[in-house]
């Protein structure tokens, strides 16, 4: 890969000087360890506001600590989440990976339709995948890679595109989905610490994740088309065929003949398994709905079954696809598939062991919630007015978000503070969470530290060997600061304009017992 200049240049140069992140993540657990000794030794702590309670540091060198670590090393790993979503939906991507149905499918939808769309219709088609966002990581994403080889552009591009829809625009969406209930749950307590009848409504920023969706599309697109795609240049497969072994057009037509009987059958495995999952999710007895559930939880049961939902579509149509055009032709075959797409995940597994035991010690510490509660007190120190209070939110989210991935734990710190400040201030409980959510999102996408990161990675080097950390993080930054800026724009604007978040739910708010909001 031919060496950049400019300031992406010297990202890319930095970024792949780092070792790998697997190594980065066991500095960080060495730098955690001796820094929980230091916090807890200086009496570092913070006042839960929810509850009361003092969080004080606590060291990863004590007794109940080590011992924690080594005996619950086994229960540390398989409780990682993401871990068992990429294994789970990995069983049966891989299986139809390897029939040839991804390639086949993926050739027959952009052999008419114009190269200037797919990028748009990617990242429109990521970011509405966020309610399964797990899955759309290991399904998506190098889905687009694909796409875009078939269709002659650099596969890499797809990969970024992709990736900035689902995880870039990670809060965006058409609908309101479980991290709406998630959030808008935190925040419910929050702001009943000053208002004991304020109640979460989980369309409370559904105007808004929408207006992010609209926005983030065609930004996206721009970037991609005309920033990262250009960067990359012109994509010359790694191994093309040689001229002695391409096909006569006999056997170009004898193969696309049986593409065409496998994706039929496909399509007819499709329907069964979206048939069955539909079936499972209407009438009273559903098992995918949670009837006795408020309006935040009836789709719960239904959102977490999308992983195992796209395990077993991906599986059924890769084995009809298979054994309609001769791929499969045996229940060997499919366990030998199986096997193999689980020998790739073999570099992601390390990650995730130590990724996992980083995430897990430093719940362990409470430096994360100490760091987050103080981040908060020094916003609302500041004094500064409440548009460039939500601003300094907004980036203070997407700094946090740098070294803590969960949306839900970094809210659920920063939330009884915030909410309640703001209100005070003016500022709706909605309008609070949605200038949260909108940090979340946009610096996903360039943390080597985020867990995916690493699974990313290794999709873009299937296609560019040499292509690095810094690699990924460069092409990475452009959506991020374009996000970024956007999102900062519409912060302001909603706040200025006084639009609606959602039904019902409005950017300013006034306390029951007070006649106005205090100055």
Request: net charge neutral.
């Amino acid at each position: 890969m031919a060496m950049k200049s400019g300031f992406l240049g010297m990202i890319e140069k930095v970024g792949n000087r780092l070792p790998d992140p697997v190594v980065i993540f066991v500095w960080m657990i060495a730098a955690l360890f001796v820094g929980s000794m230091i916090a807890a030794g200086l009496g570092a702590s913070a006042v839960n506001p929810a509850t009361g309670e003092t969080l004080t540091a606590v060291s990863l060198a004590t007794s109940e600590n080590l011992r924690r670590l080594f005996v619950d090393m086994p229960r540390t790993l398989t409780s990682f989440a993401p871990l068992g979503f990429v294994l789970t939906v990995m069983l049966g991507a891989g299986v139809a990976e390897r029939t040839g149905l991804f390639s086949a499918a993926m050739r027959a939808s952009v052999s008419k339709a114009p190269k200037a769309l797919l990028t748009p219709i990617i990242i429109f088609t990521a970011i509405i995948s966020n309610h399964a966002a797990d899955a759309a990581y290991v399904v998506l994403v190098p889905l687009a890679g694909v796409v875009f080889a078939a269709a002659g552009r650099h596969p890499v591009a797809g990969i970024a595109a992709a990736f900035a829809g689902v995880s870039g625009g990670f809060s965006a969406n058409v609908f309101p989905g479980h991290l709406d209930a998630l959030l808008l749950g935190i925040t419910e307590p929050a702001a009943r610490l000053l208002d004991p009848t304020w109640t979460a409504n989980i369309a409370g920023n559904w105007w808004f994740i929408l207006a992010m969706t609209m926005v983030f599309t065609p930004l996206g697109w721009w970037v991609t088309d005309k920033v990262v795609e250009p960067r990359l240049g012109p994509w010359v497969p790694v191994s093309p065929p040689p001229p002695e072994t391409a096909e006569t057009d006999e056997e170009m037509q004898a193969t696309s003949a049986r593409e065409r009987k496998g994706l039929i059958w496909a399509g007819i495995g499709a329907v069964v398994v979206i048939g069955l999952w539909t079936a499972m999710s209407i009438g009273p007895a559903a098992p995918f709905i949670n009837a006795e559930g408020g309006p935040g939880e009836r789709m719960t049961p239904f959102y977490s079954s999308l992983v195992a939902g796209f395990f077993l579509l991906f599986l059924v149509c890769g084995v009809a696809y298979g054994a309609a055009a001769g791929t499969v032709k045996n229940q060997g075959d499919v366990v030998r598939l199986t096997g193999q797409s689980m020998a790739e995940m073999g570099p992601y597994i390390v990650l995730a062991f130590v990724a996992a035991h980083f995430v897990a010690m430093f719940n362990w510490s409470n430096l994360g919630a100490i760091i987050a509660i103080h981040g908060a007190e020094g916003l609302r120190a500041s004094g500064m007015p409440t548009p460039l209070l939500l601003t300094a939110m907004v980036l203070l989210a997407a700094s946090i978000n740098l070294f803590i991935g969960s949306a839900s734990a970094k809210w659920a710190a920063l939330a009884p503070i915030l909410v309640p400040m703001l209100m005070l201030l003016g500022v709706s409980p909605e309008m609070s969470t949605a200038a949260y959510r909108m940090g979340d999102s946009t610096t996903n996408i360039v943390t080597p530290l985020m867990v995916y990161f690493p699974l990313i990675l290794g999709f873009a080097q299937r296609y560019q060997k040499d292509f690095g950390v810094g690699s990924l993080m460069a092409v990475m930054v452009p959506y991020s600061l374009f996000f970024m800026a956007a999102g900062l724009i519409m912060v302001l604007g909603w706040t200025s304009l006084d639009l609606p978040l959602g039904p019902g739910a409005t950017v300013g708010y006034v306390l029951p017992t007070l006649a106005q909001p205090l100055p």
